[in-house]
């Protein structure tokens, strides 16, 4: 599902709402999602996950085209750990 289809969704799920208020709140929340994870910080909601960010540490990598060695710098990706209701509602226990 992409964003797009999410917000159509949710649209059309919520009548009294026009799409571009559902729009607004679909991306306010991703902002600070992004945003929280930006500063460092984890990111729960209950039931659904948490996201968080995992750091990388520096090490040797390889242009492919070249051959090259060459140096990676440290850096964080972000991680999402599912959560007991979502683990639950996509095994149906």
Known sequence: M???ELILQLA???PHLYQRDVEKIVSTIFGHIAGGLARGDRVELRGFGAFSTKRRGPRQGR???TGVTVQVPEKSAPYFKSGKGLRA???KD
């Open 63 to 65: 242009n492919p085209r």
């Open 12 to 14: 059309e799920a919520n």
């Open 89 to 91: 509602r996509i095994n």
């Open 2 to 4: 992409t964003k797009s």
